[in-house]
């Protein structure tokens, strides 16, 4: 157990529609970070915060949105679904910006959020 | 643009035999990490490489940081069932502590 939650595991929505993944980080650790895996294109960077404010911005679509908020949990909404956007979702999380207890950033991973558009 | 390659993409063989996985750069990174990643899970580290040439044990796995620090390569000997999954190779992007990753290389263990 990473000590990272997400919420819900499992999402199957049509196309056009909207949803929101829910992200709870280890206790204590402050950054939060997202990435998105799809079979063909590996795991990708989508978007940091730390402390509330974002921090690095990876390959995220502008229909895509996230935050974090004051108890540091962190929600994706992923707007005007498309085929496309059925992916993997994860949420890591780390200490700090250089990440874990040493300088090296290792992240702590959730078990994901499976996002099915059809 | 930092990107990490990973090869080969698929590996299948059987248990006992041995075998290297590589994750190959053209830039320099200050440290780089392997992760395993299991069906329904996330991603786990394994172990962290920080210095150039930096070799590592762990138990079976032996892992290698090359002297340049642009690659990497993960060897495991007498592969066992267990050891199947997915194994992704990742790095330090910009000075946040976001981490990119290579496409990762998918091991199938036979017994």
């Known amino acids: 157990d990473s000590g990272v939650t997400q919420t819900p595991k499992h999402l199957i929505t049509a196309t056009g529609q909207r949803v929101t993944l829910r992200c709870s980080p280890r206790?204590?650790?402050?950054?939060v970070y997202w990435y998105q895996q799809s079979l063909d294109q590996g795991l990708q960077f989508l978007i940091q915060?730390?402390?509330?404010?974002?921090?690095a911005k990876g390959n995220i679509l502008e229909r895509f949105s996230a935050q974090q908020f004051p108890d540091l949990h962190s929600e994706l909404n992923l707007s005007s679904l498309e085929l496309g956007d059925s992916a993997l979702y994860f949420c890591?999380?780390?200490?700090?910006?250089?990440?874990?207890?040493?300088?090296?950033?290792?992240?702590?991973f959730g078990e994901g959020s499976r996002l099915t558009v059809l | 643009t930092q990107l990490l390659e990973q090869s080969p993409q698929f590996l299948s063989i059987q248990e006992g035999e041995n075998l290297t996985v590589y994750c190959n750069s053209s830039?320099?990174?200050?440290?780089l990490q392997w992760y395993r990643q299991e069906p329904g899970e996330g991603p786990v580290l394994l172990v962290t490489?920080?210095?150039?040439?930096e070799v590592k044990k762990l138990k079976r796995l032996t892992f290698q940081f090359g002297d340049a620090r642009k690659d990497s390569s993960l060897h495991i000997t007498a592969a066992q069932p267990g050891d199947t999954g997915l194994y992704l190779c990742?790095?330090?992007?910009?000075?946040?502590?976001?981490?990119?990753f290579g496409q990762g290389t998918t091991l199938q263990v036979k017994p």
């Open positions: 490489v920080v210095t150039g040439g």
């Open positions: 830039s320099v990174f200050s440290s």
């Open positions: 915060y730390y402390n509330g404010e974002e921090r």
């Open positions: 206790s204590g650790d402050l950054s």
């Open positions: 990742a790095g330090p992007s910009g000075n946040t502590g976001k981490l990119i």
């Open positions: 890591a999380s780390s200490a700090g910006l250089a990440g874990g207890t040493s300088n090296t950033g290792e992240l702590f």
